[in-house]
């Protein structure tokens, strides 16, 4: 649901025609995920065959959605604040800087705040991403969107197939 509801904002806004990219912080390798997010130029590190753009250069001009940003390992977190604030990146193994205008919207199933007050996430970049916060209830939380989400599906089956393709009412009473 959280990468729909930043689909959504994105669809909706002047960056449509732009980059949407999809960070998921919580599936990068402690190990790469700096390059993943900045960018590296070939053989800054082992296997760094090849220079390459991290998320935020892809993102460029678009918008770059962090999901799980409460994954994202306490180390990284003031480079992600420095890309933030300066909205410029440097690659790992570069001493030059490029200049990025990306939306960021992320998001997370931990509780920030929380984490701040043990010391797991830093306090000013929490600062720095909520600048508007969402509350997306989960799905069990939200019978009626369920209807809602199994029609759309069903749109997207009958677009790829060429066949109709509709809900019993017993099906939809199930669901």
């Known amino acids: 649901g959280k990468e729909l509801v930043a689909r959504a904002l994105y669809d909706e ?7 949407f990219v999809v960070l998921d912080c919580g599936s990068l390798p402690r190990d790469l995920a700096e390059a993943a997010i900045l960018g590296h130029k070939k053989g800054a590190f082992t296997g760094a065959i090849n220079d390459s753009a991290g998320a935020f250069e892809d993102a460029n001009g678009g918008t770059l959605f962090l999901d799980e940003i409460g994954e994202l390992p306490l180390e990284l977190q003031p480079k992600l604040l420095r890309v933030l604030d300066r909205r ?4 790992i193994g570069e001493t030059q800087v490029r200049k990025v205008d990306v939306r960021v919207v992320a998001a997370t199933h931990r509780d920030l705040r929380k984490m701040v007050g043990q010391g797991q996430f830093r306090e000013d970049l929490y600062f720095r991403l909520s600048v508007m916060a969402v509350d997306l209830p989960p799905l069990r939380d939200r019978g009626d969107d369920v ?7 069903l749109q997207d089956f009958e677009r790829l197939r060429g066949t109709s393709v509709k809900l019993s009412s017993a099906a939809k009473t199930a669901l």
Not at 13 to 19: G, I, N
Not at 88 to 91: D, G, L, T
Not at 147 to 153: E, I, P, T, W
């Open 13 to 19: 806004s002047p960056r449509a025609e732009k980059p």
């Open 147 to 153: 209807l809602l989400l199994a029609s759309r599906f």
């Open 88 to 91: 410029e990146v440097q690659r």
